[in-house]
């Protein structure tokens, strides 16, 4: 059971990045997908989330307007749409798979991806 994300770079602010989840192992489609991300010295954060139904989707604060999480459930996969970044933007993203909703913390989520850098230059 694998979670592939990828899609990550070096970008300039106020630019755009769209990363990607690619399931493998198993099927996700009952599962919420979410990413997260962590900073150097920092402790992974929740940046967004979508329903397993791929409607409902729920985003932090610092991303709310700026970033847009999609899924695929056919094609086992999931997106982060990510505008008008900002230097603190700055990264490793990490997409996950849980089956808890309303629960954005870490340790909701069973399975992960080995996460993609993003690094936005100010």
């Known amino acids: 059971v694998q979670l592939q994300a990828s899609g990550g770079g070096l970008v300039q602010a106020g630019g755009s990045l769209r990363l990607s989840c690619a399931g493998s192992?198993?099927?996700?489609?009952?599962?919420?997908m979410g990413w997260f991300r962590q900073a150097p010295g920092k402790e992974r954060e929740f940046v967004a989330a979508?329903?397993?139904?791929?409607?409902?989707?729920y985003y932090a604060d610092p991303v709310k307007g700026r970033f847009t999480i999609s899924r695929d459930r056919a094609k086992n996969t999931a997106s982060l749409q990510m505008n008008s970044l900002k230097p603190e933007d700055t990264a490793i993203y990490y997409c996950?798979?849980?089956?808890?909703?309303?629960?954005?913390?870490?340790?909701?989520?069973?399975?992960w991806g080995q996460g993609t850098q993003v690094t936005v230059s100010s």
């Open positions: 979508v329903h397993w139904g791929g409607i409902s989707t």
């Open positions: 192992g198993r099927t996700f489609s009952s599962y919420a």
């Open positions: 996950a798979a849980g089956t808890r909703w309303f629960d954005w913390a870490p340790v909701a989520y069973d399975y």
